[in-house]
């Protein structure tokens, strides 16, 4: 059995992205165009991209919610699983990378799909109540807002809205007591929201592969 070691556990993740995912010229531009603007490469995995545009397919959602739009890689994977007339309203607090997720969304096809709003998710989220409900709710942002970005979800959301939390495992801080940053807190925090809030219905699974030891949270408003 090969050890289960960073190299081995990437190499896995490249032979699986090989095989289930092709070449994607959009999506390897939004990338370029993220390395090129010095903006962190810390965006989903291509296999975790193409487990989000699988679960808006599997889920017929129609109005997608990301909170931490960064370049735009997961929100183009998101926008391409949606029906026509389908929504991705994507929020990103720094202008400057909204406006490199913008023209990656466009020159990808999908501008009509994306609004991007621009601020910080605690000012632009109660902006959003009122209209017309979410049907799945990406949270990826700063992890310290994770239980406030939750309460959001829920009450943006319907019974039957799904949410994923990106990074739920932290390279194994979140599980470790001498850790306390508060990032990890901030996770610990929308996982207690997950486990205790009768609004939800959750698990999360731990993930390795080029993210190396992280995880991800899957829920259901109720
Ligand atoms: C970080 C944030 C992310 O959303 C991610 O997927 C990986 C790393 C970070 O802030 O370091
Ligand atoms: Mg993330």
């Known amino acids: 059995m090969a ?4 190299q081995n556990w990437t190499r896995v993740d490249e032979y699986l992205t090989r095989t289930l995912i092709p070449e994607d010229a959009a999506l390897e531009a939004a990338l370029a165009a993220q390395r090129a603007a010095g903006m962190p490469e ?4 291509p296999l975790g991209g193409k487990l989000l545009n699988l679960l808006v ?18 929100t183009i994977w998101m926008a391409r699983g949606l029906p026509e007339g389908g929504l991705v309203v994507t929020i990103e607090a720094e202008p400057a990378h909204a406006a490199v997720a913008r023209r990656s969304i466009d020159a990808a096809g999908l501008g009509e799909r994306v609004e991007i709003r ?14 017309e409900p979410f049907d799945l709710v990406f949270v990826d942002a700063d992890k310290e807002s994770n239980a406030l970005y939750l309460d959001w979800a ?4 319907h019974p039957g809205t799904v949410v994923v939390v990106d990074n739920i495992g932290r390279g194994g801080d979140v599980a470790d007591p001498g850790s306390h940053a508060h990032g990890v807190q901030g996770t610990r925090a929308g996982l207690a929201v997950l ?3 009768p609004r939800f219905d959750a698990t999360a699974l731990q993930t390795v592969g080029v993210k190396d030891w992280d995880g991800v949270a899957i829920a259901l408003v109720t």
């Open 3 to 6: 050890e289960p070691t960073p």
């Open 42 to 45: 810390i965006q989903v995995s």
């Open 57 to 74: 397919r599997m889920s017929g959602a129609r109005r997608v919610l990301e909170i931490g739009t960064l370049g735009g890689y997961s």
């Open 118 to 131: 621009i601020g910080r998710g605690e000012r632009v989220l109660p902006e959003l109540a009122g209209g």
């Open 154 to 157: 829920a009450r943006l959301g």
């Open 195 to 197: 486990g205790g809030d």
